[in-house]
């Protein structure tokens, strides 16, 4: 009896397409005195007062603090797409968090060079992660930039295999500073997305089978750094498994899902990790590179609706350096390139953009003393 063709699944996450932002600016305007006589209270009020689209400057510091070993280069993300299109890879999944800061700008950056390699439409599926949502005007963008359907969605891949994609983010009026402080970083499965889910799944053709994503992870794990760490300490739901996970699960096992794909850890699950017997998989920040300059993200190969193979392909320091980047224009974001990044002076313009930050941070050092005499 012949076997059923091969399909193989990319499995990529946490790319953080990151710019420089004018957050530290908007910082200035809330935390520094306006005007001679102006104290301590005013400021506070004016902090209390002040939208959340304001308010979420004051994350920046710790989201940069956070993510202090990886600085962006577009180089990485190419050379991921373009090791992806060499290895004759179906269809891609991407668990979200492809920007940084949630802004237009990256997002626009992110889906072009997914384009730009081939990876738009029937081959893709992606959700958003806690950083395309961190503030509520990237909600909306994230729907008009990167994908336009509602969450969950369901994919069909091949007649034998299918993809759900689940939003897991946390948003609207369910923020508290607490998720301010943490990057917006807790997950929630609603339990109105999960039955959803569990008609999806009711809907397939018989045998077929299916790949359920997410961007947070829907297990227990250790902490991934010492955020999740403290964020953990004072508040589970900010370092846990993302909330409703456990009936998420219920229908997955029920359903016979073949495989759940997750990221937002950044450290990736060793091969052998299955949830209740469900092979599962987080393949870590794919554009974050190791100590050697490697990058690493995993395929997954079907015959028919059965997982047979999972391997790793790794990118090493000579493929980054000779991918194209590709890299988005700026239109007025309020996060936006400062410098403009190209491979063949890159440590010259990261040095240069430095020093923009340094110079911005210097003039508002300055403008809170002046403020002081006053």
């Given amino acids: 009896m012949a076997s059923s063709p091969r399909t193989s699944i990319a499995h990529l996450s946490d790319i953080h397409v990151a710019h420089a932002t004018s957050n530290l600016k908007r910082l200035g305007r809330l935390l520094s005195p306006s005007g001679p006589g102006e104290g301590l209270v005013d400021v506070v009020t004016r902090l209390v007062m002040s939208s959340w689209f304001e308010r979420r400057a004051l994350g920046e510091p710790l989201m940069r603090s956070a993510h202090l070993k990886h600085r962006?280069?577009?180089?990485?993300?190419?050379?991921?797409?373009?090791?992806?299109?060499?290895?004759?890879?179906?269809?891609?999944?991407?668990?979200?968090?492809?920007?940084?800061?949630?802004?237009?700008?990256?997002?626009?950056?992110?889906?072009?060079?997914?384009?730009?390699?081939?990876?738009?439409?029937?081959?893709l599926t992606l959700m958003p992660g806690?950083?395309?949502?961190?503030?509520?005007?990237?909600?909306?963008?994230?729907?008009?930039i990167a994908?336009?359907?509602?969450?969950?969605?369901?994919?069909?891949?091949?007649d034998d295999l299918f993809a759900i994609a689940v939003d897991s983010t946390a948003w609207g009026a369910e923020l508290d500073?607490?998720?301010?402080?943490?990057?917006?970083?807790?997950?929630?499965?609603?339990?109105?997305?999960?039955?959803?889910?569990d008609k999806m799944l009711a809907s397939l053709p018989p045998g077929a089978g299916c790949i359920l994503c997410t961007h947070h992870h829907v297990i227990d794990l250790p902490p991934d750094g010492y955020v999740d760490d403290w964020a953990g300490k004072a508040d589970a739901r900010l370092s846990g498994k993302a909330e409703g996970s456990e009936a998420l699960i219920d229908v997955a096992e029920a359903r016979k899902v073949r495989l759940i794909l997750f990221g937002h850890r950044h450290r990736a699950t060793r091969d052998a990790f299955s949830i209740r017997g469900i092979p599962a998989a987080c393949s870590g920040a794919v554009t974050r590179a190791d100590s050697e300059g490697r990058l690493r993200y995993r395929i997954f190969e079907f015959e028919g609706a059965n997982l047979v193979e999972s391997r790793w392909v790794t990118i090493t320091e000579d493929m980054v350096h000779a991918a194209p980047p590709v890299t988005a224009p700026v239109e007025g974001d309020d996060l936006k390139v400062t410098v403009k990044v190209s491979p063949d002076n890159l440590q010259q313009q990261m040095s240069d953009l430095t020093a923009k930050r340094k110079e911005m941070d210097r003039k508002i050092l300055e403008r809170m003393a002046k403020g002081k005499k006053g």
Wanted: hydrophobic share 40%.
């Fill in 130 to 144: 806690n950083h395309d949502r961190l503030n509520f005007r990237a909600v909306a963008d994230f729907r008009s």
């Fill in 147 to 158: 994908c336009d359907r509602d969450y969950p969605l369901l994919n069909r891949i091949t």
């Fill in 177 to 197: 500073w607490r998720d301010m402080m943490t990057m917006n970083a807790r997950g929630r499965i609603l339990v109105s997305d999960v039955e959803k889910i």
């Fill in 72 to 123: 962006y280069d577009p180089r990485q993300l190419s050379a991921v797409l373009q090791s992806v299109r060499e290895q004759k890879v179906d269809h891609v999944i991407l668990t979200g968090d492809l920007t940084e800061m949630g802004a237009p700008s990256e997002m626009r950056e992110a889906m072009a060079a997914l384009d730009a390699f081939g990876w738009k439409g029937p081959n």
